[in-house]
């Protein structure tokens, strides 16, 4: 339980040093909100068009009596609207960074040159950096889009399905959205998606600590655009004790930090 602290800290602090670094809190922001009116538009497109959909799909309750008939298709269009919730909430990190690639990897490297010690860089070009982040946040996302199935279709369960499944999406939903952000410093030390996911299956309750309150946050995409600078810098700062040398002292995720202003 220690480490769902652990990884609630580094979020904190995360956020602390994005609000302390007004210039890259500012640039941060940029990527987020041209993600955000495009999602904008296609979960208000969703919203709008959730019940044809379900109509289409359903044709052969068309002669279903009442309340039959309302009550399975209103249930599938909550569930589809949820369902492009879970999606949306899970890609829009996908989608933000790979937008904000190098905004969010100058960012990345200023968390680590105002905490002390390396500043690990890449020396690929960008179209090659691009590539990788899109090529790994597809089989990510592919991944995510499974599990997303499965919960969905698990979903029609009475009870369990509108209590456990909704918990267990957001561990889920946590879990990857931490991935994502963590790729962006793991990345630039040269650690290939095997390596990466190899490294956070390691300390799961510390990714879950740090990705699940943020999931919950995520789901206000207001709130999602200005959390994205602190939760770059904050993954950041938990890959820099992932990886710090073995016999190394990991900083606490509580401490204040010691960057110097923007």
């Given amino acids: 339980m220690s480490d769902l602290g652990a990884g609630f800290g580094y979020l904190m602090k995360g956020q602390r040093w994005a609000f302390q670094h007004g210039r890259w809190l500012g640039f941060g922001l940029l990527p987020g ?3 955000l009116v495009v999602y904008a ?3 208000t497109g969703l919203g709008y068009g959730a019940d044809d959909f379900v109509a289409w799909a359903t044709p052969f309750a068309d002669d279903w009596s009442s309340p039959w008939l309302g009550l399975l298709r209103n249930t599938l269009v909550v569930l589809v609207f949820v369902f ?3 999606l949306a909430v899970i890609t829009f ?4 960074l790979l937008v904000g690639q190098p905004f969010y990897e100058s960012l990345s490297e200023e968390v680590d040159r105002s905490e002390g010690g390396e500043v690990p860089r890449s020396d690929l070009p960008l179209w090659r950096e691009l590539w990788i982040s899109a090529r790994d946040s597809l089989r990510i996302l592919l991944r995510v889009a499974l599990y997303g199935v499965l919960l969905f279709a698990l979903g029609f369960i009475p ?6 499944v909704p918990a267990v999406g957001f561990c889920v939903s946590g879990y ?3 991935q994502e952000l963590t790729s962006v410093a793991l990345q630039r030390r040269g650690m290939v998606l095997a390596d990466r996911l190899t490294l956070l299956r390691g300390r799961r309750m510390l990714v879950l600590g740090f990705g ?3 999931t919950l946050s995520f789901l206000v995409p207001v709130v999602a655009v200005f959390l994205m600078p602190g939760a770059v810098a904050g993954a950041t700062l938990l890959v820099r004790d992932l990886v710090a040398p073995e016999g190394a002292e990991p900083a606490s995720p509580y401490a204040p930090g010691q960057g110097r202003p923007a």
């Fill in 33 to 35: 909100l041209v993600t």
């Fill in 159 to 164: 009870v369990i399905g509108q209590t456990v």
């Fill in 41 to 43: 538009g296609a979960l």
């Fill in 84 to 86: 492009g919730l879970f």
């Fill in 93 to 96: 990190t996908a989608v933000t």
């Fill in 176 to 178: 990857f959205l931490a």
């Fill in 212 to 214: 699940v309150p943020l």
